[in-house]
Structure formats: structure tokens, C-alpha cells
């Protein structure tokens, strides 16, 4: 395998820091009896653009294979994500869409958590979603939808349907596009001459802080940094002019990005510029380390857990993520290691997780006969889970983490 490529924004050289070995697709929950002979896999790694410092995947993943019709995902699945997308429809009400007839298109809508507020209050508003079945709980709720992935000869589709867009809104969807020089060609064509494109997704600084390694699985194609976003958007007119760290998933930015020249640059994105720098964020030897530190977890992780399952332990997982995939499957943690996982999400009870196979099932089978120690996979909800989950403490019951390191809570 080449560990170089060429960059999917500029053309550069790639050039591979870190592989993660044959992993699944991290959202392909397999039903009972399946042959497991079929399941698909591919080659997780990462590497860095010399020329635009973009990180990215080596290797493309078929979108089609990512975003269908069963896609289990439902962003309106936590609370606290809820909030966080009202707060959001809130804000955009009384700042970018308070004009004469304002218009949104939200790229990635899911099942509509942010986008019906705006609908609710009148705004004109179009969901584009290739992910039919989350499409259609977005459309039960009254939201316009348009089932298709979004590139360049959408954007102008909409434009010629509906006028320009004041606001084009995507979150936790654009780092999961490789095609994304069409994707923003487009936003180029429909935003408004005043417009601005708002996008959040996972934030690599954050990332490499942490060590947060399983926000890289399929799905997830590019990890930006304001250096990256912003040789980005100048390739198609855009300009950054704001960045807001966000608490969620792990740490998150939101960029918004207008028209070059159209508005002046918050102070926030040199700010963010001058600390990216001083972390050297778009150098190798940071990216290698990073490297080294999730093997370092690999081994706690792994070490732990045979200890636990020596000593008689009974351990289970929380959360059947897709980011915990990359876990499972780096790590080699299956049904031997770990009892069961337990997911709220119907569409993934009964089936067995990527790769290694661990069965799902419903959160009451946690509170049955609560386990020893309960390996978090949705660690990014810690506080609201294990919130919700107080009785297990109480019974004595113990949280594996593994990020920002391995321990127990």
C-alpha cells in the first residue's frame, strides 16, 4: 500500500502518518446470521497535505456504502444535542435570517433537529439528506426535503428552484465529504452575495490533544483546522471570517465561512491560527506522536481488559458508536472480552457490531444485573449518561475511558 496520496482539496502530496490496520465500515451492524465471509472491509489511515496541511483519509470509502436508506444514525438522539441545534436555530433567527424572506438549506439535515426550528418559525428552508430513512422522519416533521447527496449540480438545481441561500448550514457533514472541491463550488453558486456557509464538524487539535482516535473511522474524511479550512474556502471564493470552539463531541470548531471580501475576519480566527501554530498542528512529527500515543491506549486498553476478564469480571460496553468501531476493531476487543453492548438506537439491537462482532442490545439488559465495569464507547455524552446511569455507580459498577487515557471512574 502507497503511503502517500494525492490531497482531495489541493492536489498536494499526502503523505501517511498513522494506520489503523482493516477496519469495517463503522455504522454496518450486522443482523443475526449473517455471512460474516461478506462483510466489507477497507484500510483506515492518515496522513497530512504538505501544501494546504489538510489531514484526510488515504482511502475513499464508497458514499454509497456509508449513507443509504437504513443509515441508523438520528442526531436528535441526545438531549444535550438537541439543545445545542435550538440554541443554534435560535441564534441564526435573530442574526442571519432576520432579513425579508430569508432562506436556508441545511446540507446533511438527518432526521431535522435543527432545521424544524427554523421551519417552525417560518423560514423558508430545504433539507438536502441522501439518507432516505432519516430523510423521511425529517419530512414527518413538516420539513421540505430533498433526498440526495449535495455537490455542485444540486446547489445549482436549488438555486434555479428557490433563489439564493442567506444561510447554508451543515453539521458534522462536511468532514464526511471527499468530493468536497463540488460541495463547495456549489455553496460558492447558492449562497446569498451577503450569505454565510456555517459548518461544525470534529476539530483535530482537539483530537490530537486528547488522543481522541476513534473520531477517525470511515465516515469521517477530513479532520480541519483553521489553516486547512482556509486554504480550502480560498480555492472557491470563500473567505473564513469567524471560528467558535464548541464543547460537543469531544471539541468541535464552527466556521463561518462568506464571499471573499464580503465581510471583515473575527479577531477569533487569528487567535485560533496563532495556537494551531504554536501546537505545530500542521507539521508530521506532531501527527507521528500522536500516533505513538494511540498505541500507548491500544495496549492499556487491551491490558485491562484480559486483566478484568482473568480475575472473573464482568464486563459490558455502553454506546454501540460508530466511532467505537475503530476501537474495537484496533484494539481486537470482541464477545471474549467484552459481554454485550448496549445502544438506545431500535435499528442496531439484535445485530452484532462491525468486525469483531459483539452483540447489541437494548439499555434495559444493562439495569437487569448491572455488570463490574461498563466500557464507555459514547464517551463525548459521559456527563448525561452517566447522569442518567447513577444506580450503576451506586451499585458499585465502574466506567472504562480511554479518552484522554485509560482508567476507571
Sequence with gaps: MSNQS?????????????????????????????????????????????????????????????????????SSGSAYMRGHFEELAKRLLTTELAGDDPFVVEVGCNDGVMIKALAEAGVRHLGVEPSGGVADLAAAKGIRVRKSFFEESTAREILAADGPADVIYAANTLCHIPYIGSVLSGVS??????????????????????????????????????????????????????????????????????????????????????????RRLGELDTLRRFGENVLSIRDDLTALLRRLRAEGKRVVAYGATAKSATV????????????????TTPAKQGRLTPGTHIPVVPPEEFSRSYPDYALLFAWN???????????????????????????TV
Design 6 to 74: 494525492l490531497c482531495r482539496v489541493c492536489g498536494g502530496t499526502v503523505r501517511e502518518f498513522f494506520d489503523f490496520g482493516r477496519q469495517p465500515l463503522s455504522d454496518a451492524f450486522l443482523p443475526p446470521g449473517a455471512d460474516l465471509g461478506e462483510e466489507f472491509f477497507y484500510r483506515l489511515a492518515t496522513g497530512l497535505c504538505e501544501s494546504c496541511t489538510m489531514v484526510q483519509l488515504m482511502e475513499e470509502v464508497p458514499r454509497e456504502r456509508m449513507f443509504h436508506q437504513e443509515y441508523p444514525y438520528h
Design 189 to 278: 453558486a447558492l449562497l446569498a452575495p451577503t450569505g454565510v456557509f456555517v459548518f461544525e464538524d470534529p476539530y483535530l487539535s482537539d483530537i490530537v490533544e486528547q488522543t481522541s482516535f476513534d473520531q477517525i473511522y470511515d465516515e469521517h474524511f477530513f479532520f480541519f483546522t483553521v489553516r486547512s479550512v482556509q486554504a480550502m474556502a480560498a480555492g472557491h471564493g470563500l473567505e473564513l471570517v469567524d471560528v467558535e470552539r464548541l464543547p460537543v463531541h469531544g471539541g468541535e470548531v464552527r466556521y463561518t465561512l462568506a464571499h471573499a471580501g464580503a465581510r471583515p475576519p473575527s479577531p477569533a480566527v487569528a487567535e485560533l491560527l496563532a495556537e494551531e501554530d504554536a
Design 328 to 343: 474495537t476493531n484496533l484494539c481486537g476487543i470482541g464477545p471474549d472480552l467484552v459481554e454485550f453492548v448496549c445502544d
Design 381 to 407: 455524552h459521559a456527563a448525561e449518561i452517566m447522569a442518567k446511569e447513577q444506580a450503576f455507580t451506586d451499585s458499585g459498577g465502574q466506567w472504562i475511558l480511554y479518552v484522554p487515557s485509560v482508567r
